[in-house]
């Protein structure tokens, strides 16, 4: 591979972009430097021009995305109602969000955003009807409010918490050690935990997870390779925390550990990918016990759900693709000692437990259906709900009479509801006062065939009264992997769309798990294109049934999202009149160089790994298959602090497709500052982008506020 750095500022080249809609004028793009990086991979030359850009340090690199987001924001300033669209939501926005309370030794707690607040606040009360009080408020972490409260976790007698913060979006966490008593600090703070939950072993101290940071080049790039579980003891040094798992006698890429909650057994997960996992446990109420396997490979997804004395209860889908609950005693914890408690159905089934019972949340058709059992595995009822949509939560101590959950669905707000385990009656606990009125709108399944005949379950949301013409701006939302499930959920954001007539679809593409195991496998390594075509096809569903038409038409995805859209926009350029690809995975033969991203091997493959899959790969990955073209306007988004997919992969796919661009759409990438992959930005970061996605959704589609 001859590599050569060309040292030189970007500059603009002399022609200038028009708009389509309404003559807005765009600057000069960038004339980006290319070099001659090349990669041989079976003997077959892969040209690199714009592998300078991975580097998020270089002088360069800056100087471009400087550059860059000067093009970007004057185009967008250009939109006469952009302003109007910010009003709309910061409006939309500004009404009280609760999380559904939890209680933690003498208090109940809830998370509690008044409106506009950049981080949502802890509050905290004696019971439920005492007087609450601030317990943490993120907003006071940074100026900026881009320093985000990332995880919470309480010690067994809520005594002790430890909670996590993220700076600038990063993957890479702080934690802070508190008594709740007076919120004094315990300790010192620990430094460098990535991809951690705080597993409390008494007050004695909790396990968390980490990987070595990178010594060399970017900390935000640099791969991460191996996890190591340690444990910290309370008011020693983070230097002399011990390794428990992983490190260089057990290599493993994710590691994680929980306690059950009678605190008996230290439950460890290891996996090399972000499917399947080996299970561990250790009986701490055994002197001298060790770590002993319960599964020793990663094919499939196991946990312990709970325990009664040394019976465990496992959810796995070792065998059965769709999951169930099984039984072992932890002396002979081995799967061929299992028994099922609750057998696998069609449905995919989750488990939550609380107040001694067992709660089955099944998807059904991506849905919620909530049944109750004993731990015995009796069922004892179907847990009515407000209508179809998703339900979550139910999970509480095993001592507690009642449960809370959240409902929703993409015309239903989020409502938290308290849920009485005895009696199974539920009632609203707390109603978002939202300016949506859901009798106005309507939201309905359909199916569709993909290429290759699969059924495929579509949501579409649109206002009551609509008529089917095919002028109605739409936008076409998906994911489609890593197991992932889109289930009905209400946005604010997406009112301003329903609002001005527009529908929002979102299918269920294959590579998701709403139709378990079986269904993501479809959609992963040489079986990928299975999804791009599932999304292809809803496309044509719309324009066929008349629900809009190219014209009208916008797709949008982010992470394994934004390749999907990147995909798709390579292989069918005149699919839409916008494409919104956010932080999205652009370079399918590289994104296993860049932090964490070997791990997603399971579900992409590596170009490295043989012939066939590099050629599959080649073939689809965006960044590689733009070619001259009439694509799209396009607004590619990402973040300068996002250290899961690097923002590298946007840099170099808008690079090229702004070299590659032949029709007179604009092509531009909008580069958040202080900010991540996508968690905890500022609510003012939020409305701002989501002001930009629509903004420039509806001027090119020539649509007037």
């Given at each position: 591979m001859k590599k050569t750095i060309l040292m030189m500022m970007a500059i603009f080249t002399g022609s200038s972009i028009f708009a389509q809609e309404m003559n807005i004028k765009t600057l000069p793009y960038p004339n980006t430097k290319k070099v001659d990086t090349v990669n041989t991979y079976f003997g077959t030359r892969v040209p690199d021009p714009y592998r300078w850009l991975e580097d998020d340090r270089a002088t360069d690199t800056k100087a471009w995305v400087q550059e860059q987001n000067k093009v970007t924001q004057n185009y967008l300033a250009q939109i006469p109602f952009r302003d109007?669209?910010?009003?709309?939501?910061?409006?939309?926005?500004?009404?009280?969000?609760?999380?559904?309370?939890?209680?933690?030794?003498?208090?109940?707690?809830?998370?509690?955003?008044?409106?506009?607040?950049?981080?949502?606040?802890?509050?905290?009360?004696?019971?439920e009807n005492g007087m609450p009080e601030v317990f943490l408020d993120p907003n006071k972490f940074s100026a900026s409010g881009t320093t985000s409260l990332q995880g919470l976790d309480f010690s067994k007698d809520g005594s002790l918490a430890a909670y996590q913060i993220s700076e600038g979006g990063s993957d890479w966490r702080k934690v802070i050690v508190i008594t709740t008593v007076d919120k004094k600090q315990v300790g010192d703070t620990l430094r460098d935990v990535k991809f951690s939950g705080i597993a409390w072993k008494g007050n004695e101290g909790f396990y968390y997870s980490s990987y070595d940071k990178p010594r060399e080049g970017s900390q935000l790039s640099g791969l991460t390779q191996y996890h190591k579980l340690y444990f910290h003891k309370l008011g020693t040094p983070q230097s002399e925390d011990k390794i428990?798992?992983?490190?260089?006698?057990?290599?493993?890429?994710?590691?994680?550990?929980?306690?059950?909650?009678?605190?008996?057994?230290?439950?460890?997960?290891?996996?090399?990918?972000?499917?399947?996992?080996?299970?561990?446990?250790?009986?701490?109420?055994?002197?001298?016990?060790?770590?002993?396997?319960?599964?020793?490979?990663?094919?499939?997804?196991?946990?312990?759900?709970?325990?009664?004395?040394?019976?465990?209860?496992?959810?796995?889908?070792?065998?059965?693709?769709?999951?169930?609950?099984?039984?072992?005693?932890?002396?002979?914890?081995?799967?061929?000692?299992?028994?099922?408690?609750?057998?696998?159905?069609?449905?995919?089934?989750?488990?939550?437990?609380?107040?001694?019972?067992?709660?089955?949340?099944?998807?059904?058709?991506?849905?919620?259906?909530?049944?109750?059992y004993d731990m015995a595995g009796k069922l004892e009822r179907s847990i009515a709900l407000p209508s179809v949509g998703t339900a979550s939560g139910f999970g509480t101590k095993l001592e507690e009479k009642e449960t809370y959950y959240t409902f929703t669905?993409?015309?239903?707000?989020?409502?938290?509801?308290?849920?009485?385990?005895?009696?199974?009656?539920?009632?609203?606990?707390?109603?978002?006062?939202?300016?949506?009125?859901?009798?106005?709108?309507?939201?309905?399944?359909?199916?569709?065939?993909?290429?290759?005949?699969?059924?495929?379950?579509?949501?579409?949301?649109?206002?009551?009264?609509?008529?089917?013409?095919?002028?109605?701006?739409?936008?076409?939302?998906?994911?489609?992997?890593?197991?992932?499930?889109?289930?009905?959920?209400?946005?604010?954001?997406?009112?301003?769309?329903?609002?001005?007539?527009?529908?929002?679809a979102v299918p269920n593409l294959r590579g998701g798990g709403e139709y378990g195991e079986t269904w993501h496998r479809a959609g992963i390594k040489m079986h990928k294109q299975n999804v791009f075509d599932d999304f292809i096809a809803a496309a044509a569903y719309l324009k066929k049934n008349k629900y809009t038409s190219t014209d009208y038409l916008a797709i949008s995805g982010g992470s394994n999202g934004g390749l999907l859209i990147g995909a798709v926009m390579t292989q069918q350029p005149g699919i839409c009149k916008v494409a919104l690809p956010a932080v999205g995975v652009m370079d399918m033969l590289r994104y296993n160089k860049f932090t964490a991203g070997a791990g997603w091997a399971y579900d992409y493959g590596t170009a490295e790994e043989s012939k066939e899959m590099f050629e599959y790969l080649y073939k689809y990955s965006p960044y590689h298959a733009l070619q001259a073209n009439n694509y799209p306007a396009t607004l590619v988004t990402t973040a300068d602090h996002d250290d899961r997919v690097v923002p590298a992969h946007s840099f170099k796919f808008a690079a090229r497709l702004q070299e590659?661009?032949?029709?007179?759409?604009?092509?531009?990438?909008?580069?958040?500052?202080?900010?991540?992959?996508?968690?905890?930005?500022?609510?003012?970061?939020?409305?701002?982008?989501?002001?930009?996605?629509?903004?420039?959704?509806?001027?090119?589609?020539?649509?007037?506020?």
């Open positions: 109007a669209i910010k009003k709309r939501l910061e409006t939309l926005w500004n009404y009280e969000k609760y999380s559904a309370p939890f209680k933690e030794g003498k208090y109940t707690y809830f998370y509690k955003n008044d409106g506009l607040q950049a981080q949502a606040v802890v509050w905290r009360q004696v019971g428990i798992f992983g490190g260089e006698q057990t290599p493993r890429r994710y590691i994680g550990a929980y306690l059950t909650e009678d605190e008996r057994f230290l439950v460890i997960t290891a996996a090399e990918s972000t499917t399947g996992n080996e299970l561990y446990i250790q009986d701490l109420a055994s002197a001298g016990s060790g770590i002993v396997p319960v599964v020793n490979n990663f094919d499939n997804n196991n946990y312990v759900a709970a325990n009664v004395g040394s019976k465990l209860y496992i959810h796995t889908n070792l065998y059965q693709p769709n999951y169930r609950l099984v039984t072992v005693d932890a002396a002979n914890p081995t799967p061929i000692f299992w028994k099922d408690l609750i057998p696998a159905t069609k449905n995919v089934l989750s488990i939550s437990t609380g107040g001694g019972k067992l709660f089955a949340e099944y998807l059904q058709d991506a849905t919620s259906l909530v049944l109750q669905s993409y015309i239903y707000p989020p409502t938290i509801f308290k849920y009485d385990i005895a009696s199974g009656v539920s009632t609203v606990f707390k109603k978002p006062n939202v300016q949506f009125d859901p009798s106005l709108y309507e939201s309905k399944q359909v199916f569709y065939k993909s290429k290759d005949g699969t059924r495929i379950p579509m949501i579409i949301t649109y206002k009551k009264g609509i008529v089917l013409n095919g002028k109605n701006p739409t936008l076409l939302y998906a994911y489609g992997g890593f197991g992932v499930s889109l289930t009905p959920a209400f946005s604010t954001s997406n009112i301003v769309f329903l609002e001005h007539g527009g529908i929002y590659y661009q032949k029709g007179p759409a604009p092509v531009l990438i909008r580069i958040e500052t202080n900010a991540g992959h996508g968690a905890g930005q500022a609510t003012e970061q939020v409305i701002s982008g989501q002001t930009d996605k629509w903004a420039f959704l509806f001027q090119n589609m020539g649509i007037n506020w």
